[in-house]
């Protein structure tokens, strides 16, 4: 076969390629009909397979679009700014993920029932509303944790030794409070007068 026939065999290929093209949605930067000119020359040359059919007018191969075929396409197109990468590939930016970018992802996950959704573009954890913090992994205690108590489950205090109760408010004596002393602090009592003493044992005299 001689370059005519060369030729002619190309030419009626990206026909039948063009007229493929025509009933999809995909980009096209070459209108039906075209000319194909076998001495044609592109500068810069056409780039990811594309086909130099007229002097500086590239036929892009499945997937690339641009002057010179340098831009990949991606179909659907990549979604919450994600960048097309090659033809069905997007680099998707932090919180999304997926094939086209569709799905948003945050880092670590939510925790506790937390539901990861796009919150001004940026993914973000959505607490219940007895969790809170980035990944719902903080405890809510509405009565709060005195005297150096922790948060470690809603509604439920851990309190250092020497404390109890639901907010860590109630005072441990190791020994009890005598005379109706009151415990108001880790071993350390409130004496009613006329008492007094570590533990209100003690009765004041008077002359």
């Known amino acids: 076969m001689g370059v005519v026939g060369l030729a002619s065999t190309f030419l009626l290929a990206a026909l039948v390629a063009l007229c493929s093209a025509a009933r999809s949605d995909a980009p096209r930067g070459v209108a039906i009909g075209f000319v194909f000119d076998p001495k044609a020359k592109c500068e810069p040359q056409c780039d990811h397979g594309g086909i130099c059919i ?15 075929c340098q831009y990949a396409n991606c179909y659907p197109k990549c979604k919450n700014g994600g ?13 999304f993920g997926g094939r086209y970018c569709h799905k ?38 509405p009565q709060g944790c005195r005297n150096g108590g922790l948060c470690v489950a809603p509604g439920i205090c851990s309190c250092p030794e020497g404390w109890l109760g639901g907010a860590c408010h109630t ?24 008492f007094s003493g570590p533990r209100c044992e003690e009765k004041k005299k008077y002359h």
């Open 104 to 141: 948003v992802t945050c880092d670590g996950g939510c925790w506790n029932g937390g539901e990861c959704i796009a919150v001004n573009g940026a993914a973000k954890c959505i607490c219940p509303s007895s969790w809170s913090g980035s990944r719902c992994q903080e405890a809510i205690c």
């Open 54 to 68: 007229r002097n500086n007018t590239c036929y892009c191969s499945k997937g690339y679009e641009g002057e010179t």
């Open 171 to 194: 005072a441990v004596c190791a020994q009890s409070c005598l005379n109706g002393g009151k415990c108001i602090s880790p071993d350390k009592c409130r004496c009613r007068p006329p």
């Open 83 to 95: 960048a097309c990468l090659r033809p069905g590939k997007c680099r998707c930016p932090p919180g």
